[in-house]
């Protein structure tokens, strides 16, 4: 398997086998906040990751995109005496791929990508339903810190 940013020739591949596929499942679990902009969904390119310094997208190959994983770099703020962090803001993998290892490529790869670029930690947020998810990102060593509350205004 080959795990690696996109080439501009692969974007529009990546966007529809792993990227509207993600946005579906996303929407699915918790529709009410994840109500998708079905525009934005049919012009996804990409570029929000790709065109951003502070954001990259890794894919995983084999040989057809079969994962990807987004995320970039955060500022801690100046109170705080620690470094940046990259932040994973989504990580999908096609249903008959799952629990092969794909994730994992994928998470060490954005880990790696983080540090290459001096970040301190690593942080991400999963729905709390997503059972799967946590017991995934535990095992790679994540731990929960914060929960995360919301409210319709």
């Known amino acids: 398997m080959d795990v690696r940013v996109p080439s501009d020739s692969e974007r529009a591949a990546v966007a529809d086998r792993l990227l509207r596929p993600a946005y579906r499942a996303a929407e699915a679990v918790d529709p009410a906040f994840n109500d998708l902009d079905e525009s934005v969904v049919a012009d996804e390119d990409c570029s929000r990751w790709l065109d951003d310094d502070g954001r990259t ?3 995983a190959y084999d040989p057809e995109p079969v994962g990807v994983v987004t995320g970039g770099v955060s500022s801690s703020p100046e109170l705080y005496a620690r470094g940046d962090s990259c932040y994973v ?6 249903p008959e791929r799952r629990r ?3 994730a994992g490529e994928l998470l060490d790869r954005m880990k790696a990508w983080g ?3 001096g970040c301190e ?5 999963v729905h709390v339903d ?7 990102y535990e ?7 914060f929960r995360s509350l919301r409210r319709r205004l």
């Open 115 to 117: 540090r290459e670029r």
């Open 100 to 102: 092969e290892g794909v």
């Open 57 to 59: 997208m890794f894919a």
């Open 121 to 125: 930690y690593a942080r991400l947020s």
């Open 130 to 136: 997503n059972h799967a998810a946590m017991a995934f």
């Open 139 to 145: 095992a790679h060593g994540f731990e929960p810190k």
């Open 89 to 94: 803001d989504g990580l999908y993998v096609v």
